[in-house]
């Protein structure tokens, strides 16, 4: 069955730094990856998209990088704030039909001043 | 201002109630999702629906019940059959299936 795995223990890191996080999965090949951000109690927010056919994507202080090959998404935060702390969750999508979205548990960054 | 909106933010139920979770969008997206998240896990979704009139079971919609009869509404009944309803509900949307999904603020259920 299609597996997601991101870390499950928290990424804790000084301000400045940069944070990178990891989304593996298994058993599918998806067409594209989002990444969101969730903060305690809400929903989570959309951040970037990165198709199969792009090996990196940039966004202001984000990257994400997306490698078919080893089945792996990275996503990195630069000159890391406090206010990035929040959970990262990873969602690949495979394409056709009626594909159900699936998403990966998430990270927890915490960035320390 | 167009955003997804889900009412309330807390829910008590009583056993052996149903409650009904509100969830409205005003972006003009085609598809809605349920998802349910307990703590320190997952999205897990309930149910999803493509378009109106038209809604499919997630991974586990069991004690779960929807309808879509407008393209705005996508209301969540948790009924008696769910055992252990507590947990953090989230509504979505995309444009598409498959899509860019935007969150509402999510309602947290509690049993009392």
């Known amino acids: 069955s299609q597996k997601i795995e991101q870390n499950s223990e928290a990424l804790n890191i000084q301000e400045g730094k940069t944070a990178t996080l990891t989304c593996n999965y298994t058993?599918?090949?998806?067409?594209?990856l989002q990444w969101y951000r969730q903060d305690p109690g809400r929903g989570p927010v959309f951040l970037l998209l990165?198709?199969?056919?792009?090996k990196e994507k940039r966004k202001e202080r984000l990257k994400v990088t997306f490698d078919t090959t080893l089945k792996q998404s990275l996503f990195h935060i630069t000159a890391s704030q406090p206010a990035d702390s929040a959970t990262y969750l990873c969602a690949p999508h495979a394409s056709g039909g009626s594909y159900i979205p699936t998403f990966g548990r998430g990270t927890s960054l915490i960035v320390h001043p | 201002d167009g955003g997804i909106t889900q009412s309330p933010k807390y829910l008590f139920r009583k056993e052996g109630q149903n409650v009904t979770l509100s969830c409205e969008q005003n972006l003009n997206h085609d598809a809605m999702y349920w998802y349910r998240q307990d703590p320190g896990q997952g999205l897990r979704l309930i149910y999803y629906s493509q378009i109106v009139n038209d809604f499919q079971k997630g991974d586990i919609a069991e004690g779960y019940s929807v309808s879509r009869e407008k393209k705005e509404s996508f209301p969540l009944t948790v009924t008696s059959a769910q055992k252990n309803p507590t947990a953090f509900y989230l509504c979505?949307?995309?444009?598409?299936?498959?899509?860019?999904?935007?969150f509402g603020p999510g309602t947290r259920l509690l049993v009392l």
């Open positions: 979505a949307s995309s444009i598409r299936l498959q899509e860019t999904q935007y």
């Open positions: 990165i198709r199969e056919n792009e």
């Open positions: 058993n599918y090949s998806p067409a594209y």
